[in-house]
Nanobody, 117 residues
Framework: QVQLVESGGGLVQPGGSLRLSCVAS????????MAWYRQAPGKERELVAR???????TYGDSVKGRFTISRDNAKNTVYLHMNSLKPEDTAVYYC???????????WGQGTQVTVSS
């Protein structure tokens, strides 16, 4: 019954910025952590950023200093602010939310981010 809806992807020039949003709807549940992953053609899926319910944050090495993850618990929403975008950031970005003491693991359908001049 829990569904994730992502938005904010699109085409942007190198050096530009985008903000991705992911909203969880449906059955109520207790969130353990929220995360963003991405997968580029021919590449393995990689962690972009994760924020735990207790506040700890983890970033992938390739995005440190450029991306910021944040949350709005009241709206069951997680954001990914992406700055100084590079062509190598081009990928499908997936939202992931884990809850109910890790009994629930949900994924969004993904949103395409393309960085190109």
């Amino acid at each position: 019954q829990v569904q994730l809806v992502e938005s904010g992807g699109g085409l942007v020039q190198p050096g530009g910025s985008l903000r991705l949003s992911c909203v969880a709807s449906g059955s109520r549940f207790s969130i353990d952590h929220m995360a963003w992953y991405r997968q580029a053609p021919g590449k393995e899926r990689e962690l972009v950023a994760r924020i735990h319910s207790l506040g700890s944050i983890t970033y992938g090495d390739s995005v440190k200093g450029r991306f910021t993850i944040s949350r709005d618990n009241a709206k069951n929403t997680v954001y990914l602010h992406m700055n100084s975008l590079k062509p190598e950031d081009t990928a499908v970005y997936y939202c992931n939310i884990v809850g109910n003491s890790y009994r629930i693991n949900k994924w969004g359908q993904g949103t395409q981010v393309t960085v190109s001049s």
